[in-house]
């Protein structure tokens, strides 16, 4: 089959996490001809990754391939917020509605734990990808907020955790970052921050050690399940004996009958130039927790370990048909109201530079719980659906989907991400209306909380198209 020579791109600009990773970013071998491996799996992301790197520590003679369409992190792995985090998509009191007090507990711990898996694998496998365990500080920009704090408090209460959090006065949080309005914050402390880009390629290179090979510039254009699952590629198959993993978070809608499996949704990122001692002195935030707020548009904030603020927000219209373009990934209105919450929360950095912006699709599953699912008759595995919370995520699910595919089955495989489905997005143009007019509600919602008026008549309904 004639193959069209694959675009080189530059990298390093799809984020500082890829340029400051220390790797050339030169693309690996593509795949140049068929092959027959034990587990054949699409995407160098973190799950695609975790998932090879587990069955490989268990089963060093396994023969496990990985195929990336790019470079290992050009997803979301290689541009995400940096926070390793135990917060789950879905709140702790939806998680108990659904599944049981013990279930959610069970998730709760499961989720604790694969952030100190990370810190130990960086640990093992020596890479430095500045692990920082400072937790996270969830603010209340407003009285409004208090409410929902109070709620997720004893939410994690009710499921016997509440050692690891605590709810912050107005002074105790002062005390430790100054921000605009913030009357309060509740504290989680099993959650910490880290550098993205050099976790994926260490990972990527913890991998070969392993012997584990990764085929860059090469996208699976197809797959099929059954007794011989295979990916396929222009340039041949990868038939596997065990099973085929499809690791490719909000691109897989580009697969058709994987189209409407998650729902791309851009999170947009911007950054500043390293502060000086004399502007964190004025800030505070000395423990590096990520912050974050309790906006439905949602924003998350992290100190970088060279002392930049990065701050990422939602807010980039959804395009119809779950369209993924690396135009997206910029979005001049966005970024430019980022920054401008980047001086609304810290008004001493008025004249602050911004080094960088980027952003990368998040993928939503339509219940938002995330998956980690194996089909041993078709032999197709797939994780998915983090909804911008997969960097712990992924190594939870990248874990189960190794016991899995290995026929083992632990405790791990009992929780309630794993063996289970989410139900499909509706159709166009039902998800294209749905959809912006949530993240018109919830703009106005936030709008109106900040000013101090009452919720929109239609808050009600917006809530409840997305609760979770
Ligand atoms: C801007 C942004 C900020 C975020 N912030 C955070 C955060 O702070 N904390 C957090 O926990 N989570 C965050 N997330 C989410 C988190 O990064 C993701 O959930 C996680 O990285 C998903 O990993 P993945 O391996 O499943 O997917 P990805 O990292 O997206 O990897 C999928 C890979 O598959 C490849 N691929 C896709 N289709 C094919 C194909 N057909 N053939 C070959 N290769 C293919 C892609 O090129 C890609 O490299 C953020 C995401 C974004 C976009």
Redesign the pocket.
Known sequence: MQTNPPIMRDYATYSFWLETSGDSLVPRASLEHSLDVDVAI????????WTAYYLLSAQPRLKVAV????I??????????????SKFPVTPGMLERRYGGERARSLMLAMNDSVDEIARFCQREEIDAQFHKGGILTLARGNHHMPTLRAAFDAYSRLGLEQQYRLLSSAETNERVRVTNACGALYASENASLH?GRLVRGLARALERRGCVIYEQ????GFSGGASPRLLTPAGAIRAKQAVVL??????T??PTLHRVVLPVY???VLTEPLTAQQWDEIGWQKRESLASCNYTVD?L?RTADGRILF?SRGAPYRFGSKITDEQDRHAPTHDYIKDLVVEWFPMLKDVKFTHE??????MPRDWMPMAQFDPAQKIAT??G?T???????NLTGRILAELISGKTTELSQLPIALRISPQWEYEPLRWLAVRYMQNAFLRIDSAGKKGRAKPKDAFLAQYLGRH
């Open positions: 699409l995407g160098g992301g973190y799950t695609g990754l195929i990336e369409k790019e290992v992190g050009f997803g979301a792995s290689g541009r995400n917020g940096g926070w390793c985090s993205p090469t996208e699976a254009v690791a490719g978070e909000s691109y897989l580009r697969i999170s947009l990122i998350y992290t990422g980027w952003g990368g699709p998040v993928g994780a998915r983090y911008g919370q997969g960097v712990s995520t992924t």
